[in-house]
């Protein structure tokens, strides 16, 4: 599993093509909890990268896909991309494309339109300690065949939980929980929804 932290390279200045772009831009929208406060519909990854300039982006998986067509062989990747500023917001995308690079930045830019809020927090009977340091309350996801739960740990846990489970958790902002997975969670793409189905929960049902 690879890491990739914020691009330094020279980037083209921002656009904004859509009306809520045009407000962050401006300056109206300064906060990405307004954007979900109001149910705004996110459609430019720019967006969450100036609002979330410490967002970071990991490739969790790449597959390979061959085709046989008329004129031969053909190759395509596919690219599962998960992003996160390790504070509270988290998002997960796929990309397919020809080309390795192409594929792993269209998923990159899925993940930015797919970011959600994580509600960090202290649930632990262990702990209570009203910090921001694991989440509020026990909660589970799947995705396909995999099933993830999260429970959450006290301060000075860490998080109990296989590697690549453990730098997804990580990238959202959780850093003391137990975890329970089911199902076969060596298929990585089906792993990470299950990640996100459960950390989506935090939002939503509290």
């Not at 609002?51 to 190759?75: C, N, R």
């Not at 809020?117 to 009203?130: A, M």
């Not at 065949?145 to 990580?170: D, F, H, Q, T, Y």
Request: proline fraction near 3%; hydrophobic fraction near 35%; charged fraction near 20%.
């Amino acid at each position: 599993m690879s890491r990739y932290s914020r691009q330094q390279e020279h980037q083209v200045e921002w656009q904004p093509r859509t009306t809520l772009g045009k407000m962050v831009s401006e300056g109206k929208i300064s906060t990405m909890d307004e954007i979900f406060e109001n149910g705004m519909r996110i459609q430019e990854p720019e967006i969450v990268k100036h609002l979330l300039p410490e967002i970071k982006s990991q490739v969790v998986h790449v597959g390979i896909v061959q085709k046989q067509t008329d004129a031969g062989e053909m190759t395509r990747f596919n690219a599962l991309v998960a992003v996160g500023n390790e504070a509270g917001w988290f998002g997960i995308g796929k990309g397919k494309a020809s080309q390795m690079r192409i594929s792993i930045d269209k998923a990159t830019m899925a993940a930015h339109l797919n970011v959600i809020p994580v509600k960090l927090g202290c649930g632990s009977w262990e702990c209570r300690c009203n910090q921001l340091h694991s989440i509020p309350f026990r909660v589970r996801g799947k995705g396909g065949s995999v099933g993830v739960e999260i429970i959450p740990g006290p301060r000075g846990l860490s998080l109990v939980a296989g590697e690549n489970i453990k730098s997804l958790l990580k990238l959202a902002g959780l850093k003391d929980a137990w975890t329970k997975s089911f199902g076969s969670t060596n298929t990585m793409s089906s792993t990470t929804k299950a990640i996100f189905a459960a950390l989506r929960k935090t939002y939503v049902t509290g």
